[in-house]
């Protein structure tokens, strides 16, 4: 974690990124970290907010290859998963990708909207907004706000 917080904002942006994809990776501790060091609590926000965002997309992205065995490969998410969402994403729609911030099941919640083909930017403006309130409720709860 010191070497994401060394980079200052970039390496926000990077744990952010990594944390939104299968790596099993928090992003919270490193922006906690940045905040207390800091550095400014909504720019941190923004910068979180964007390597998470595209770290989601990034998921869509791969699942939108449409190559279950890739999945279950690479990224570690069994089929049965992805089929599991099949429902709730016919149910909810492409808005579902909001939840794409859960820790758990929200990458699988990114890679489903993908493989499902989801309209994009739909996903993309729901997931954006999802990610957003995600850092901003993690400042507000934990006090970094200054």
Do not use: Q
């Not at 939108?64 to 149910?91: A, C, V």
């Amino acid at each position: 974690m010191t070497g994401f917080v060394e980079l200052g904002y970039l390496g926000l942006f990077i744990a952010s990124f990594l944390a939104a994809t299968v790596v099993p990776f928090s992003s919270e501790v490193v922006f906690s970290a940045m905040v207390y060091g800091g550095l400014n609590e909504w720019t941190c926000v923004f910068v979180a907010t964007l390597g998470n965002w595209l770290g989601g997309m990034t998921c869509y992205y791969l699942g939108r290859l449409g190559k279950i065995e890739w999945i279950e490969k690479y990224l570690r998410i069994k089929r049965e998963k992805i089929e599991k969402f099949m429902s709730y994403i016919h149910k909810y729609g492409d808005w579902f990708a909001f939840f794409s911030f859960l820790p758990g099941i929200g990458d699988i919640i990114a890679v489903a909207a993908g493989y499902f083909r989801c309209r994009w930017w739909i996903v993309a403006i729901s997931m954006l907004i999802g990610k957003f309130v995600r850092y901003i409720v993690w400042m507000y709860f934990n006090g970094l706000l200054m």
